[in-house]
């Protein structure tokens, strides 16, 4: 992990707590239960319509590869999983605005 310190944080970000600007390593531990855990039971924010919904209430369209999953409430594609052949898993972000964990952060 890098650590540098941000003297030049964007305006938006200033407040009286000091920041650091660090690597990705550092969301290890913040991240830990997001995806690794149920990912049905996330909160997902639609981007489009601002609807928010259970992940496990969503609408997927599948096949063996591929999988759209739409906003219940607009349709739009929220995000897109693709399996490639040596067990690679592709997810491409399209109007998920949120992503959130219930509230027992699991
Ligand atoms: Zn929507």
């Given at each position: 992990m890098?650590?540098?310190a941000?003297?030049?944080?964007?305006?938006?970000m200033?407040s009286?707590?000091?920041?650091?600007?660090v690597d990705?390593?550092?969301?290890?531990?913040?991240?830990?239960?997001?995806f690794?855990?149920?990912?049905?039971r996330?909160?997902?924010?639609?981007?489009?319509?601002?609807?928010?919904g259970?992940l496990?209430?969503?609408?997927?369209?599948?096949?063996?590869?591929?999988?759209?999953?739409?906003?219940?409430?607009?349709?739009?594609?929220l995000?897109?999983?693709?399996?490639?052949?040596?067990?690679a898993?592709?997810?491409?972000?399209?109007?998920?605005?949120?992503?959130?964990?219930p509230?027992?952060g699991?």
């Amino acid at each position: 992990m890098t650590t540098d310190a941000s003297p030049d944080a964007p305006s938006d970000m200033a407040s009286t707590a000091r920041r650091t600007i660090v690597d990705g390593n550092a969301l290890a531990g913040m991240l830990t239960g997001v995806f690794a855990d149920d990912a049905t039971r996330l909160t997902l924010r639609c981007g489009h319509c601002d609807r928010s919904g259970l992940l496990a209430e969503a609408v997927v369209e599948r096949d063996d590869t591929c999988a759209i999953v739409r906003c219940r409430a607009c349709t739009r594609t929220l995000f897109t999983v693709t399996a490639a052949p040596g067990g690679a898993v592709t997810v491409r972000i399209a109007a998920v605005a949120e992503v959130r964990t219930p509230p027992d952060g699991r």
